[in-house]
């Protein structure tokens, strides 16, 4: 009876004990991004996007009346497909980066940006690569001021591609494979 539980019962509590520790290795850095984003907020009025208005392309609640924008409230474009950018070294497929990006623009643009999607996908492919082939994905590759670098990259190949307002670049999700 117990030799038969076994090859169940093993991969259970390997998924168990692999998520345990992937929240206790992840928990300091999560901390350390809330501690600063409570920071960065305090003090001003704006209420930050919540992960569903950005999945959904939707423009976020804000019903202070301030900041009004000239060509319409904000809004993002979600691109429907990941970007898999290759980690070659030395002629070796080593690792494989899978990032999903959002633009976040006004609400009149979000048709148009449709219309662009694919130049705007090479221009972010192209930088994607590029920045993979000078070693941006090396090391610690999800330090604040090495996305920041990163984000500072795509939204000028993004702009360099259309005339569209575009006010950021979002790194929905990132991994190394």
Do not use: C, W, Y
């Amino acid at each position: 009876m117990i030799k038969k539980l076994i090859p169940v019962a093993l991969p259970v509590l390997a998924l168990v004990g692999g998520a345990f520790a992937g929240d206790m290795l992840r928990s300091p850095a999560a901390k350390d991004a809330e501690v600063a984003k409570a920071e960065a907020t305090e003090g001003h009025d704006t209420a930050p996007a919540t992960e569903a208005d950005v999945g959904h392309n939707a423009a976020p609640a804000d019903n202070h009346g301030g900041g009004d924008h000239a060509s319409g409230e904000m809004a993002f474009f979600t691109f429907p497909t990941q970007f898999f950018v290759p980690l070659v070294r030395q002629g070796d497929l080593r690792d494989m980066m899978i990032l999903t990006l959002t633009l976040q623009t006004d609400s009149a643009s979000q048709e148009a940006l449709r219309k662009k999607e694919h130049a705007l996908r090479d221009a972010l492919l192209r930088q994607l690569l590029i920045h993979a082939n000078t070693g941006g994905f090396d090391g610690n590759f999800t330090a604040d001021r090495n996305l920041l670098v990163l984000r500072d990259d795509l939204l000028k190949a993004a702009q360099a591609t259309t005339d569209l307002p575009l006010s950021a670049v979002l790194i929905e999700d990132i991994a190394k494979q």
